[in-house]
C-alpha cells in the first residue's frame, strides 16, 4: 500500500499524477480541541508542494479515530491541548491503520502529553514511546535537522522532544513534544511568530510528509 502511495503522491520526470493525495486531521473523543490549528495543515501542504513536490490535496480532511476511512490517509495530524479518550474499537482500529503502513503525527499543542501517553498504550500495550536518534532519517529528508526538532514555541520552556512508536521496525507514530510545530505551520496573523521559525516549522513537517511517503515499510 506504502508504494501506491507514493505513486501518487510525487511528482517526477517519469510519474505524472492526475489524481492529489488526501491527507487528513484526526477527530477523537474526550473533549479535548482536536480541531485546534486550522490553518496549519493548509499551509504544510502548500509548502510540500512547492519544495518537496508532493501531489497533495490543497485542503485537508477530518476522520475520526474508529472510522473506516482512516485507511484512506497515508499520513494523520492529531494535535490538541487537553483530553484524548480512545474506546477500545477506536484503539483497534487505530493499531490496524498504523501496522498495515499507515503514519499518525501526533503533535503537542501543550497539555496533550499525559493523555497522549495513557490513550496511545491501548493501542500499543506491549510498545512504549521512544525517544528518536537525531540521525534518524525523518530529520534528513531535504531539511536537516542536525538537533532535532525546532524549538518553536516556549511553553513551559523545555527541550523539544522527538518521540515516537516502533513497531516491527517500522516507525508507525512520531510524536513531537514541546516544539508545537502546527502553530509555527499557522498563518502569520495567528501567533506574529517570525519567519524565520514558521520557515523551520514547516521544513521539518516537510520532512515528516516526505518521511511517510518514503519510508520502508
Known amino acids: 500500500m506504502r508504494k501506491l502511495w507514493i505513486l501518487f503522491c510525487f511528482v517526477s520526470s517519469t510519474c505524472i499524477t492526475a489524481q492529489p493525495v488526501k491527507i487528513a486531521k484526526l477527530k477523537y473523543d474526550g473533549g479535548g480541541d482536536w480541531y485546534a490549528n486550522k490553518t496549519a495543515l493548509p499551509n504544510l501542504i502548500d509548502f510540500c508542494n512547492d519544495q518537496i513536490n508532493t501531489n497533495l490535496a490543497l485542503s485537508e480532511d477530518v476522520v475520526e479515530v474508529g472510522s473506516p476511512d482512516l485507511f484512506l490517509y497515508p499520513y494523520v495530524y492529531m494535535t490538541g491541548h487537553g483530553n484524548v479518550l480512545f474506546n477500545g474499537i477506536q484503539a483497534e482500529n487505530l493499531r490496524s491503520y498504523l501496522t498495515s503502513g499507515g503514519f499518525l503525527h501526533i503533535d503537542d499543542n501543550y497539555g496533550l502529553d499525559q493523555f497522549v501517553r495513557t490513550e496511545m498504550k491501548k493501542v500499543f500495550p506491549e510498545l512504549d514511546f521512544i525517544e528518536i536518534p537525531f540521525d534518524h532519517p525523518l530529520y534528513h529528508q531535504k531539511f536537516d535537522f542536525d538537533n532535532g526538532l525546532p524549538k518553536i514555541h516556549q511553553h513551559d520552556g523545555k527541550a523539544p522532544k522527538g518521540y515516537g512508536i516502533i513497531h ?28 524565520e521559525i ?3 516549522a514547516l521544513k521539518m513537517g516537510a520532512n515528516i510528509i516526505s518521511y511517510t511517503f518514503t519510508a520502508e515499510l
Open 168 to 195: 516491527e521496525g517500522r516507525l508507525v507514530c512520531f510524536y513531537s513534544y514541546e516544539s508545537d510545530l502546527g502553530n509555527g505551520w499557522e498563518d502569520q496573523s495567528v501567533y506574529n511568530d517570525p519567519q
Open 198 to 200: 514558521r520557515l523551520e
